[in-house]
T-cell receptor, first 107, second 116 residues
Framework: RKEVEQDPGPFNVPEGATVAFNCTYS??????FFWYRQDCRKEPKLLMS???SGNEDGRFTAQLNRASQYISLLIRDSKLSDSATYLC????????FGKGTTLSVSS | DGGITQSPKYLFRKEGQNVTLSCEQN?????MYWYRQDPGQGLRLIYY???????QKGDIAEGYSVSREKKESFPLTVTSAQKNPTAFYLC???????????????FGDGTRLSIL
């Protein structure tokens, strides 16, 4: 099993849709989790950290399920500008990244 | 403005040549990292350093070398031993230790390396 796995997509959704991404991790001792956004040919940028109790930032909600070892990202009311690749990351000595899930939002 | 600066943005390597990618940060972060990203792939860790004058190999260190003589700087050399160097190289930094152990990494805007 790979350390961090994501469904690569692509997810093609219309504007206004709700979309959810999942990410599984193999190291049960992992303590820190993050979602990054990466635009085409750009560096990843931190979208949000993922806290044990779940957390929300505007239209974005992150959840952690330690028992099943997965984290999720929910995007509500999708905008065209949400089109990007979303990378989950799990903290070891350094961050370990999934391969990313591509989201395409269309009008 | 505080941040991470990578240079050059684009770099071309000839056969048998070593090239060095620069990464400088003014965030006063202790830890610095180098990742490689191939098209359609995630980021793979090359080397990391948690303190000056110390660094550790990541998952794909073969054909690469680093140094950490100053807190602000973590240059990466792609040696001629790296047979497939064409990729997007990303440098990152983070605070470490104590209450900061759960802090994320922040990235520079990357260097694209190609073979001539």
């Amino acid at each position: 099993r790979k350390e961090v796995e994501q469904d690569p997509g692509p997810f093609n959704v219309p504007e206004g849709a709700t979309v959810a991404f999942n990410c599984t991790y193999s190291n049960s001792a992992s303590q820190s989790f993050f979602w990054y956004r990466q635009d085409c040919r750009k560096e990843p940028k931190l979208l949000m950290s993922v806290y044990s109790s779940g957390n929300e930032d505007g239209r974005f909600t992150a959840q952690l399920n330690r028992a099943s070892q997965y984290i999720s990202l929910l995007i509500r009311d999708s905008k065209l500008s949400d089109s990007a690749t979303y990378l989950c990351a799990v903290k070891g000595t350094a961050l370990i990244f999934g391969k990313g899930t591509t989201l395409s939002v269309s009008s | 403005d505080g941040g991470i600066t990578q240079s050059p943005k684009y770099l071309f390597r000839k056969e048998g040549q070593n090239v060095t990618l620069s990464c400088e940060q003014n965030l006063n972060h202790d830890a610095m990292y180098w990742y490689r990203q191939d098209p359609g792939q995630g980021l793979r860790l090359i080397y990391y350093s948690q303190i000056v004058n110390d660094f550790q190999k990541g998952d794909i260190a073969e054909g690469y070398s680093v140094s950490r003589e100053k807190k602000e700087s973590f240059p990466l050399t792609v040696t001629s031993a790296q047979k497939n160097p064409t990729a997007f190289y990303l440098c990152a930094s983070s605070v470490t230790g104590g209450d900061y152990s759960n802090q994320p990494q922040h990235f520079g805007d990357g260097t694209r390396l190609s073979i001539l």
